[in-house]
């Protein structure tokens, strides 16, 4: 093991010329990043998801409640044995073949078992309640954490001119604001990397997760090689959007459309700016070209480099969700549902009473209710959970 970790950690791919991992121990004099500072990050995740659950259940929620924000879930499908289990055992999107074998066996028309099936998926799905208590927790941790960025790098040379972060690199020495920064900053992410599996489900899932190792990569690695000012701005920069966007979710919750409309297209224009804009010509800017005019070339340079490249093409990938959300909010007046949404919807979802093929039989076959199944076949079929 010990083998391995030394290989791992070769001086010659992580550091600049002429530096070793003795050159960067901490002394009297100065203190600096130690990759062993790292593991403080995990039982802190722990704490930090320990206080989102008091917060959600003590916090969270009454202010829910007490903005009358909708408690109850999606609308349930009707109990029927035969769907159940072809949703259970089988699949939770039936093809059109299957869909018409339904048809003749409950005597339903396609639409309606169309629709039970979207509305068995959509019960599956959290509560309004559920998810409105989600966005104020990392509203208020993005605000939180953001603001404590702000206060700490407004005071610091680099912020104003990206060439301070490699003068003297690297040993610069480690300050108590930066190192607590940091280390909460990547347990906040620990945090979520565990969560979102338990978290809603959205369809940018594998994204998200693509997001969120690239970004503990980014956090632990920049740490121990004490690229942490150029590491700080480029956390705090992607907090100030994430506000706005909890904020806007918050507001769509509690059913204010026009206050939504407006954090959401706040959120597009801080977004776009900062992630398309400023990073670039900030971040990306000072780690391709200035970094590399002050230091030279060396191997963990272009590991960094591509970590944030990827990072920028999702947030390419974002601002075309976005941008496409925006326009369809100033074309019809309001911002339109999330792409990302974890709940279905269609304009016939008023319409619950399934409808027999033929209007004057509503009684399935054998005698039965379609709703009940035929002869009680199958029943007793449990829901199976997504998450």
């Known amino acids: 093991m010990a083998g391995l970790l030394a290989w791992f950690w070769n001086e010659r791919f992580w550091l600049p010329h002429n530096v070793t991992w003795a050159d960067l121990k901490n002394t009297e004099e100065a203190t600096f990043p130690q990759a062993e500072d790292l593991y403080l990050a995990f039982p802190l995740a722990f704490c930090i998801f320990l206080i989102r659950l008091l917060f959600e259940r ?104 990206t060439r301070q972060c490699w003068n003297g690199y690297p040993y610069q020495s480690l300050i108590p604001e930066l190192h607590y920064y940091y280390i909460v900053e990547l347990s906040f992410y620990w945090s979520l990397m565990f969560s979102q599996f338990t978290d809603i489900k959205r369809k940018d899932f594998s994204i998200m997760f693509t997001h969120h190792i690239v970004t503990v990569i980014l956090i632990s690695f920049s740490y121990v090689t004490n690229l942490t000012r150029i590491g700080a701005m480029t956390l705090c920069l992607h907090d100030a959007a994430d506000i706005l966007l909890e904020a806007a979710k918050m507001a769509n919750y509690c059913k204010c459309q026009k206050l939504s409309d407006l954090l959401f297209l706040m959120f597009a224009i801080v977004f776009i700016v900062t992630r398309l804009g400023i990073y670039p010509l900030w971040i990306l800017n000072s780690m391709l070209f200035e970094l590399y005019e002050a230091l030279g070339n060396f191997p963990a340079l272009w590991f960094f480099n591509l970590l944030l490249m990827v990072l920028q093409v999702l947030h390419c990938f974002w601002s075309y969700l976005i941008i496409k959300a925006a326009y369809k909010a ?29 209007p004057h039989n509503a009684t399935a076959t054998n005698g039965t209710s379609g709703a009940n199944g035929t002869n009680g076949y199958l029943t007793g079929s449990t829901c199976s959970e997504d998450h």
């Open 330 to 358: 100033i074309s019809r007046g309001k911002v339109a549902k999330d792409d990302r949404s974890d709940v279905e919807s269609s304009s016939d979802e008023e319409d619950s009473v399934p409808r027999p093929k033929n």
């Open 58 to 161: 003590f916090i969270a929620k009454p202010c829910a409640l007490g903005l009358k924000v909708q408690a109850n879930g999606p609308q349930k499908a009707q109990p029927n044995a035969i769907l159940e289990k072809v949703f259970t055992a089988i699949t939770k999107h039936p093809d059109e073949k299957r869909l018409e074998g339904l048809s003749k066996q409950l005597d339903w028309d396609v639409r309606s078992i169309q629709r039970w099936f979207r509305q068995r998926r959509n019960q599956e799905k959290p509560s309004t309640l559920t998810k409105f208590c989600e966005s104020m927790w990392r509203f208020t941790f993005y605000l939180y954490i953001f603001t404590y960025g702000v206060r700490f790098l407004k005071k610091t040379p680099w912020l104003w001119n």
